[in-house]
């Protein structure tokens, strides 16, 4: 990646912090690059490679980043039912593939389907989420 992409990069995080009212500090910037590259991280995986560029970071420092970022929107979490959950930069409404056997998560551009009317008289839906359970390339 070129240098000016990554200051590119580095500019979007700091306004995205900006822009839901959190104060710009260099663990936050970390933890939000960390995850505008794209990959789906747990709370260790974050914690290690912020730790690994910052010198210092406890992994109760990033819960509680995560946590101020999903309550800002600019972050979401992903369950993996009995695995750890995985964190993503909020954006684009998609949806996941999951493999069984690894836990990998990979985001998948797919249309949801409407919600059906039957059986859910008196709902009001908020949220669709379509998961694709399966194995991953490096599973197989």
């Not at 995205?16 to 789906?40: C, F, K, M, W």
């Not at 995986?45 to 420092?61: F, H, K, N, P």
């Not at 750890?84 to 836990?103: D, I, K, M, N, R």
Request: hydrophobic share 35%; aromatic share 4%.
């Amino acid at each position: 990646m070129e240098h000016g992409s990554l200051a590119t990069e580095r500019d979007a995080v700091v306004q995205r912090l900006r822009d839901v009212g959190l104060r710009v500090t260099g663990p936050r910037l970390e933890v939000l690059q960390l995850l505008a590259a794209g990959d789906h991280l747990d709370v260790e995986s974050i914690t290690d490679r912020a730790r690994a560029r910052l010198g210092t970071l406890t992994s109760q420092a990033v819960y509680e980043m995560l946590r101020h970022f999903m309550e800002t929107g600019l972050v979401r979490k992903f369950e993996r039912p009995g695995r750890p959950a995985v964190f993503e930069l909020a954006g684009t409404p998609h949806h996941h593939a999951l493999c069984s056997q690894c836990g990998r998560v990979t985001n998948v551009a797919a249309e949801t389907p409407e919600a059906p009317r039957k059986g859910l008289r008196g709902w009001r839906m908020t949220e669709t989420e379509l998961i694709f359970h399966g194995q991953c390339p490096d599973c197989r």
